[in-house]
């Protein structure tokens, strides 16, 4: 078992993949558009426990804060094509609401996740985004 298997955040992305995977079943085969967002919407719901692992994994602030910027634009993503799925005719909305409450709850459980990445257990980002606040180049020397 890993690290990553028994966290909230990961078994709660473990819930909303299966519920993504659930609704896009019901997505008409012949409609092309529809199949795109389904393709879309499993692989952003796949990410949410990807990325977990990954930052678990890494134990590094600027890696953990990368993999949680993918989590959140995945998150808004599906979010995203839930919205685009009612928008484009897609009749079978009842499980919407569902997805969209789980990851609510998910969003929660990012804040409180997040909250918890040591930001002085880190490598110098060259490209600057994810350095921890207050931190120099010179520090790393």
């Avoid at 994994?57 to 839930?82: H, P, S």
């Avoid at 490598?123 to 921890?132: I, K, R, Y």
């Amino acid at each position: 078992m890993h690290k990553h298997d028994q966290l909230p955040i990961f078994r709660k992305g473990e819930e909303i993949y299966q519920l993504t995977s659930y609704i896009v079943d019901l997505v008409p085969e012949d409609n092309a558009l529809l199949q795109h967002l389904r393709e879309r919407m499993l692989t952003d719901a796949a990410l949410l426990t990807v990325k977990v692992a990954g930052a678990v994994g890494a134990d590094l602030y600027d890696i953990q804060m990368e993999n949680a910027v993918l989590i959140r634009k995945a998150a808004r993503d599906l979010l995203t094509n839930c919205t685009a799925l009612e928008m484009y005719g897609f009749k079978d909305t009842t499980y919407l609401p569902l997805l969209r409450k789980a990851i609510e709850e998910y969003r929660l459980l990012f804040v409180d996740w997040v909250s918890g990445f040591d930001p002085w257990n880190y490598v110098w980002d060259e490209w600057g985004l994810f350095n921890p606040p207050g931190a120099s180049r010179q520090d790393d020397f």
